[in-house]
C-alpha cells in the first residue's frame, strides 16, 4: 500500500496482542467485546492527539494558581457505524464520558458489497465539533465514505476515522477518497476476500459482538 500523510496505522505491541485474541475464532463474544472496547481506548488516546478542540482553565493547586490546558466541553461526537461501531462506543466514552453520539446505520449488500443507508440520527450542532467516526473494520472502504460523505453533507468539517482492521483497498480508498480525514487504523492486514472479508481478519465482527451467528 502507499504512504498517505493522512493514515497512521498503529501496529503498537499492546495492542498487537489483543488483536491476535481478538482473531481467534475460540474467543468468547465477552471477551470479544470487552477487547474491542479496551482497544478502541487505547487507540483514542493517541487519536486525539491532535484537532481537539481545547481551551484554557485557571486551577488553584495547593501551592499556586496556574492556567492548565483543557479539552473544551461538548467538542466531541461519537458516530458508530451501525452496527459493529456500536462496539467502539464505550472504549470512547471511558475517557470521554460526556461525547454525544450520532448513528448512521449502513448494511453492504453481500452480492455488490455496496453500502444502503437505513438510519442517521445525528446530534444537533454536530457541525462544529470533532466527530470521531468508528467501525471495527474497515474493507472495500465503501461504508466509511458513505458515512464521512454523509457527515460532511450535513457541514461536518473535523472528522476523524478509526477501524480496528483494515484491509490496504478500504484504506487507500478512504484515504483517497477524503484526503482532508485522517483515518486511524490498528493493524493493516493483507487483503480482502472473494466476498469482501479482510484476511486474516476476525471474522463478521457485528456477528461476534452481537451473537448472532
Ligand atoms: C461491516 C463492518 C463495516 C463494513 C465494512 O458491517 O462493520 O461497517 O462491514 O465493510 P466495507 O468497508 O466493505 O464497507 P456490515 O455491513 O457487515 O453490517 P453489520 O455491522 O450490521 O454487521
Ligand atoms: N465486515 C466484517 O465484519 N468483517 C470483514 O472482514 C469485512 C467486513
Known amino acids: 500500500m502507499k504512504n498517505y500523510s493522512n493514515v497512521t496505522i498503529f501496529d503498537h505491541p499492546l495492542v498487537n496482542h489483543k488483536i491476535a485474541i481478538l482473531r481467534d475464532e475460540k474467543t468468547s ?3 470479544f467485546r470487552e477487547l474491542i472496547e479496551e482497544i478502541t481506548t487505547l487507540m483514542t488516546f493517541e487519536c486525539l492527539r491532535e484537532g481537539v478542540p481545547t481551551t484554557e482553565r485557571v486551577v488553584k493547586t495547593p501551592l499556586e494558581t496556574c492556567t492548565q490546558r483543557v479539552v473544551k466541553d461538548n467538542s466531541i461526537v461519537i458516530v458508530p457505524i451501525l452496527r459493529a461501531g456500536l462496539g467502539m462506543v464505550n472504549g470512547v466514552h471511558v475517557l470521554f464520558p460526556s461525547a454525544r453520539v450520532g448513528h448512521i446505520g449502513l448494511y453492504r449488500n453481500e452480492e455488490t458489497l455496496e453500502p444502503c443507508e437505513y438510519y442517521c440520527k445525528l446530534p444537533d450542532g454536530i457541525e462544529d465539533k470533532l466527530v470521531l467516526v468508528v467501525d471495527p473494520m474497515l ?3 465503501g461504508s466509511a465514505c458513505d458515512a464521512i460523505t454523509k457527515l460532511k453533507e450535513r457541514g461536518c468539517k473535523n ?28 493493524t493493516l492486514d493483507r487483503c480482502l476476500n472473494e466476498n469482501g472479508y479482510i484476511l486474516p481478519g476476525l471474522g463478521d465482527a457485528g456477528d461476534r459482538l452481537f451473537g448472532t451467528k
Not at 161 to 170: D, L, Q, T, W
Not at 173 to 178: F, G, P
Request: charged fraction near 20%; avoid cysteine.
Open 139 to 141: 474493507a472495500t472502504g
Open 159 to 186: 472528522i476523524k476515522f478509526m477501524a480496528v482492521i483494515g484491509a490496504p483497498e478500504g484504506v487507500s480508498r478512504v484515504a483517497e477518497t477524503h484526503p482532508d480525514v485522517h483515518v486511524f487504523v490498528s
Open 29 to 31: 463474544m465477552k471477551e
